[in-house]
């Protein structure tokens, strides 16, 4: 059952002298339950595309087109204050970078009793109580001492773990987490993802999980959607993914993820992990590089539906979907 749809999403930014279009026609649902992983490289539009789904994009950037549709509303046709009712309550944003996202001047108590207090009708007490259930929840031994801790006196992991407290602090039906764990370590990587797998699998909240680490991917994606260059380059649920990758570019993608039986001395870049050949295929690695001409002549072709649920975005003139 959908719980959320994205339809044609389209974004620009605007300077005085031209337009960007930094998202082009994005469409994409969300199920009850499910969890779907927006990946792409950095500047493909995951935190855009997410960001103007709740009204939060950068002065600059304007939505030009298409709809946000969330229990019969668009979202997109809501005015901030409407926004605000939905954004933390049924809608929660986890930012990768917990130290933007949290008052360093206000103890982390005091921020989870307030997104608390405008939300929810509570007295003093029973908002001081909620919060240190929260905190509990999120994995903290000493609630109380956190709750009376400034974010500075917080490691990174715990502060994602206060985040993910004030996150799902009112039970939303929907937790739209970019890259909330890029910046920590790979063991409090794993617990963070795992408490809030353990909240989905408890709750039956969705979560749209942004990340460019197909790795992740694979342990806690239902569905996958690929984005590159603002666009939607691939997109099938999990399973199917990695078992038959089409598009060159997710292919790159996957063959970036380390993998134990080959050592490397240092880390492949999707460029590094995809052939001359691909990238030629899929001629989507310089897109900067084409001539105006080449880019109207190699602009990309609507998705294509190679097996049941499975998209794939072909860039060449004229897709050879039989050779798949
Ligand atoms: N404030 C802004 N003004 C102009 N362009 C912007 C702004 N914010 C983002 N963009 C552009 O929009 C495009 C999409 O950016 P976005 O932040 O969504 O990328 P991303 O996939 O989230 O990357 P990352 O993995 O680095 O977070 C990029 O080309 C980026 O340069
Ligand atoms: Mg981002």
């Not at 493909?44 to 229990?71: A, D």
């Not at 939300?119 to 919060?131: G, Q, S, T, V």
């Not at 910046?183 to 993802?193: F, P, R």
Request: proline fraction near 4%.
């Amino acid at each position: 059952m959908i719980l959320l749809e994205v339809r044609n999403l389209k974004v620009a930014f605007k300077s005085e002298k031209e337009e960007f279009i930094a998202i082009d026609d994005v469409s994409f649902s969300i199920d009850k339950r499910e969890t779907v992983a927006l990946i792409g490289e950095s500047g493909s539009g995951k935190s855009i595309t997410s960001l103007s789904m709740l009204g939060l994009l950068p002065r600059n950037g304007q939505v030009i087109g298409g709809h946000v549709f969330y229990e019969d509303k668009d979202l997109l046709l809501l005015d901030q204050k409407e926004l605000q009712q939905i954004r933390g309550k049924k809608i929660s944003m986890i930012f990768q970078d917990a130290s933007i996202s949290l008052n360093p001047s206000m103890k982390i108590g005091k921020q989870i009793t307030e997104g608390l207090a405008y939300h929810r009708m509570m007295n003093r007490e029973e908002l001081k109580c909620e919060a240190l259930r929260l905190l509990t929840k999120v994995g903290f031994h000493k609630p109380t001492e956190v709750f009376n801790q400034y974010p500075g006196q917080l490691s990174g992991g715990m502060k994602q773990r206060a985040l993910i407290a004030m996150a799902i602090s009112c039970n939303p039906q929907l937790i739209i987490a970019d890259e909330p764990t890029t910046a920590l370590d790979v063991t409090t990587q794993k617990q963070i993802l795992d408490l809030m797998n353990d909240y989905k699998q408890t709750t039956g909240t969705s979560i749209l999980f942004i990340t460019h680490d197909f790795g992740l991917v694979a342990e806690y994606a239902d569905r996958v959607i690929v984005m590159f260059g603002g666009k939607i380059v691939e997109t099938a649920d999990v399973f199917t993914l990695f078992k038959n990758p089409v598009h060159p570019y997710t292919k790159g993608l996957m063959n970036s993820i380390p993998k134990i039986e080959e050592p490397r001395d240092h880390l492949l870049t999707i460029r590094d992990a995809v052939s001359e050949e691909a990238a030629y295929e899929g001629r989507i690695f310089a897109p900067e590089t084409f001539s105006a001409d080449e880019k109207v002549y190699h602009s990309p072709s609507t998705l294509i539906e190679v097996e049941p649920g499975h998209h794939v975005r072909f860039f060449t003139e004229s897709p050879e979907v039989s050779n798949i």
